[in-house]
């Protein structure tokens, strides 16, 4: 089995700065840390690659630092990893992203699986997994919180949702989408980290995975930041709520009614 | 990417909402976003079109008229009993190619953030996803999608002024619900599931329905937390019960609460557990110390239950409750129950 | 214990690495050159597990690594309820085969990337969730008079609630006890001081100039411009608890280290 996990370096602090020209992150002078979504799909990869033989590669599109995320999945376990880092890549939105991510895993070849976190922390959007599939043209499953099956060309996957769970079968290639309850990422064993530092990570450019450079970048995201600003101020004053416990009670009760909480 | 031209875009009308169907029935979701395409709709003085795609829906899809919809496009199939995001998103793009809507909104649940973001790229279009704010250029059609970014720290406004349709998802209880009208009347229309939208498909084995806590921390919108002054496991019981009576809310904990072995670390909130940004945040018997304040200060609504009324947490809710919470919190379970 | 008290031994607290760690080979050999310089002075060496939450190496590795000398009496470490079992047996294991005998058993610091013990990897029953207690408790039944194991005390939390705790901690098998970083006398740690007069305290000494850290740490408010001399505080605390130990948090090894040579007499 083949298994591409997809992973995002991610700025570790609340507090971000945004640049006030491109209205985009400044990543810069931030620490980086490896997505923690991403690190259940890195312990699933490797779970799946000692279970059933095979390979998992990690692969990521960043920045040039973004590579000390990649050698982190390599120190719990991951075979060889991949950053795609290029100014051409700038400024991607998630379709921009993961069609350069869908591109690189056509360029590895013979995958059978890809594996991605449920989001990335500072997005939050959790467009970048389905986007992959839809890009590929392969089956998904998103919030994945179990993998039961694996035959040699089908997973059967539990998936998350609102309302319960279900179970569903797809043939390979296919990408999941992988919540917190499928594993307990392992950390990083110092002899790992040692040897991690010594692999290479290559680097891929728009040229290399034969990326049309209409659909990459800036130039090919849809979507434009406009504007950033603070978000409103949350409240002036404190109301407060006294009387018998019952009082009390109604008194919220009808607050919360209001306000269609309840 | 190449940009649409003027005239393209023009070729674009009208707000559309794919409705999120569960068991059957359509969900309040499904309201709130038909309420705010009408707003938009007005704007541009188009209509509001409901996409309804499920097998054997119960609900009459005119219920939705009530809300807002002006047409609803009704895919009824044995195909789509089960949620198969590629049928679905194979369907949607038909739809929108044949229709050509100028928005599309949809709820950022998990089924619909697993159905968008396909169908986005698809169709070669911007998505913005779990906008707070939607409004709508009466002029272009372009759509400004406002929404959280960085933990809340700073709100984005991000537009698609390039291409379209213009896509966005919304989380559940984000717009308010509009009242129903029982008197408005719109047009249905019914299309067919293809073959074609159910090749290669996956199977859907078994689904499970539970109302437990299908939520976690990160999903809720509403998080009813505990502190030390729940006293016990037995106090996280009674919070548990008032998550449930609530509805899709979860429940959380201070540090001391887990520290002390009454619930499990999943649910501890603040600095060394998880940051939340719910729509309501009610802190029981929790003082408010610095570490689970950062972890939940940006909520929307503070509510704060607590017999001391000069602890931190009391000082910075928006709605401080003095009292028993021991006596409270069943006073409330017992008049939810009783609506 | 109580003889590092009587030898005045220092428990001097060492930080590994972080995972995060640009240039890993250089913050290793800073650590291994502590370590051995507290194994000089005849200090004890107190090695930390994933302090506040962040992601670090674990001492055990570290000494296993570096091949550092262990002198039994000179290396205790902290252990948290935040490890996979797997792990958790991994540390007591090398603890054991390389004589580490000293455990400060804390519930410690989550984050997002750390596991957490579940109660039934210790054999607990009846809680939701596993603190310092059930680990005592574990380590006491599966690797009976092979340690022994201290907790903290943190005179910060109110006083009922922390007293009755240290009550549980101390039936589950608890020999010592270490506190938070004290920078004055404390009426609650005195009052711990009386009701368990047979077990070894040491206070926490803060040694970083820079006092918002502590009141980060312990989540008490001390006022900003507060002046703090962390030596002569030091001094303070050997006045006041004369029959307890010290801890040295955040000693600076160049500025500090030749300063504390003389402070317990």
């Given at each position: ?102 591109k690189a895993i056509k360029k590895i070849g013979d995958i059978d699986l890809v594996i991605c976190g449920k989001q990335a922390i500072d997005g939050d959007t959790a467009q970048v997994g389905p986007g992959i599939a839809a890009h590929l043209d392969w089956l998904q499953a998103t919030y994945v919180m179990a993998v039961e099956e694996i035959s040699s060309s089908s997973i059967r996957v539990k998936r998350m949702h609102e309302d319960g769970y279900d179970i569903c079968e797809m043939s390979f290639p296919a990408v999941i989408t992988v919540v917190k309850d ?81 | ?173 984000v717009m308010k619900s509009p009242e129903p009208d029982p008197g408005r009347t719109g047009r249905i229309i019914k299309e067919e599931m293809l073959t074609s939208d159910s090749e290669k498909i996956k199977q859907i084995i078994d689904v499970f329905h539970s109302t437990e806590t299908a939520y976690n921390l990160a999903d809720a919108q509403i998080i009813i937390s505990g502190g030390r002054g729940m006293k016990g496991p037995e106090g996280f019981k009674l919070l548990k019960q008032f998550a449930q009576r609530v509805g899709g809310a979860a429940v959380g ?87 | ?265």
């Amino acid at each position: 089995m083949k298994i591409v996990v997809c992973i995002k370096q991610v700025p570790a602090t609340n507090d971000a700065k945004i640049d006030p020209e491109t209205k985009r992150i400044i990543r810069e002078g931030m620490k980086a840390i490896l997505n923690p979504f991403d690190t259940y799909a890195v312990e699933e990869g490797v779970q799946l690659r000692d279970k059933f033989g095979g390979e998992v590669i990690a692969l990521s599109m960043g920045p040039p630092k973004a590579e000390a995320s990649l050698r982190e999945a390599i120190s719990v376990g991951v075979d060889r990893a991949i950053l795609l880092s290029d100014r051409a890549f700038g400024g991607s939105d998630t379709w921009a992203t993961s069609y350069a991510l869908a591109k690189a895993i056509k360029k590895i070849g013979d995958i059978d699986l890809v594996i991605c976190g449920k989001q990335a922390i500072d997005g939050d959007t959790a467009q970048v997994g389905p986007g992959i599939a839809a890009h590929l043209d392969w089956l998904q499953a998103t919030y994945v919180m179990a993998v039961e099956e694996i035959s040699s060309s089908s997973i059967r996957v539990k998936r998350m949702h609102e309302d319960g769970y279900d179970i569903c079968e797809m043939s390979f290639p296919a990408v999941i989408t992988v919540v917190k309850d499928i594993n307990t990422p392992r950390v990083p064993s110092l002899k790992g980290r040692l040897a991690s530092n010594k692999c290479e990570v290559p680097v891929w450019k728009p040229g290399d995975i034969g990326a049309d450079t209409s659909k990459i970048g800036l130039n090919g995201s849809p979507t434009r930041v406009v504007k950033t600003q603070p978000p409103p101020p949350r409240h002036t004053s404190t109301k407060k709520i006294e009387g018998s416990s019952i009082e009390c009670a109604q008194s919220l009760l009808r607050e919360l009614r209001l306000r269609s909480i309840v | 990417m190449i940009a649409f031209t003027d005239a393209k875009r023009k070729e674009y009308r009208n707000i559309w909402v794919v409705a999120e169907i569960l068991a059957g029935g359509i969900q309040s979701v499904t309201h709130e976003l038909t309420g705010a395409a009408r707003t938009l709709a007005d704007l541009r003085k188009s209509e509001v079109w409901v996409v309804v795609m499920g097998s054997g829906i119960e609900e009459k899809p005119e219920s939705l008229f009530a809300y807002g919809a002006d047409v609803v496009i009704v895919v009824d199939h044995p195909g789509l009993s089960g949620f198969i995001d590629e049928t679905e998103a194979k369907i949607m793009k038909r739809l929108i190619i044949k229709y050509k809507p100028e928005v599309v909104i949809c709820g950022a649940t998990t089924r619909g953030r697993a159905l968008i973001p396909r169908v986005s790229v698809m169709t070669h279009c911007g998505l913005t996803a779990d906008c707070t704010g939607l409004s709508i250029d009466p002029e272009n059609g372009d759509l400004l999608q406002t929404r959280p970014a960085f933990g809340g720290n700073i709100m984005a406004t991000i537009r698609c002024s390039n291409h379209r349709p213009q896509m966005a998802t919304v989380r559940p209880r984000v717009m308010k619900s509009p009242e129903p009208d029982p008197g408005r009347t719109g047009r249905i229309i019914k299309e067919e599931m293809l073959t074609s939208d159910s090749e290669k498909i996956k199977q859907i084995i078994d689904v499970f329905h539970s109302t437990e806590t299908a939520y976690n921390l990160a999903d809720a919108q509403i998080i009813i937390s505990g502190g030390r002054g729940m006293k016990g496991p037995e106090g996280f019981k009674l919070l548990k019960q008032f998550a449930q009576r609530v509805g899709g809310a979860a429940v959380g904990a201070s540090r001391a609460a887990v520290d002390s072995g009454w619930i499990p670390y999943a649910h501890q909130v603040g600095q060394t557990g998880q940051t939340v940004q719910t729509k309501v945040y009610i802190a029981c018997g929790i003082s408010g110390q610095i570490q689970h304040l950062v972890g939940m200060q940006s909520c929307d609504l503070i509510i704060a239950i607590d017999k001391n009324p000069d602890t931190p947490m009391m000082q910075i809710a928006d709605i401080a409750v003095v009292g028993d919470l021991f006596e409270i919190i069943p006073e409330i379970v017992k008049g939810i129950t009783n609506l | 214990m109580i003889h590092h008290i009587q030898n005045k031994i220092y428990h001097v607290e060492v930080l590994p690495p972080k995972q995060d760690s640009e240039k890993l080979e250089k913050d290793l050999e800073r650590f291994s050159n502590k370590y051995l310089r507290v194994m000089d002075s005849g200090y004890c060496a107190c090695i930390t597990d994933n302090a506040m939450g962040l992601l670090s190496f674990q001492g055990t590795e570290i000494i296993e690594e570096l091949d550092l000398p262990v002198i039994p009496e000179q290396v205790m470490i902290h252990l948290n309820t935040f490890h996979t079992k797997d792990d958790l047996d991994n540390i007591l294991n090398i603890c054991k085969t390389k004589g580490i005998r000293y455990l400060l058993i804390i519930t410690g610091d989550g984050s997002e990337r750390l596991p957490k013990l579940h109660p039934s990897d210790v054999g607990a029953t009846d809680v939701e969730s596993v603190t310092s207690v059930e680990l005592l408790k574990y380590i006491n039944r599966e690797y009976p008079d092979t340690f022994v194991l201290g907790v903290a005390f943190n005179p910060y939390e109110p006083e009922e609630h922390e007293l009755e705790k240290m009550e549980r901690k101390i039936k589950a098998g608890a020999t010592f006890i270490i506190t938070q970083p004290l920078i004055e006398r404390n009426e609650i740690v005195d009052r711990l001081l009386e009701k368990y007069p047979g077990i070894p305290v040491i206070v926490e000494a803060w040694m970083s100039r820079k006092l918002h850290l502590l009141s980060e740490a312990v989540g008490y408010e001390i006022p900003e411009n507060t002046e703090f001399d962390p030596i002569s505080t030091l001094k303070m605390l050997h006045k006041l608890y004369p029959g307890c130990g010290v801890y040295l948090s955040l000693l600076g090894f160049k500025t500090q280290y030749h300063l504390i040579k003389d402070t317990w007499v």
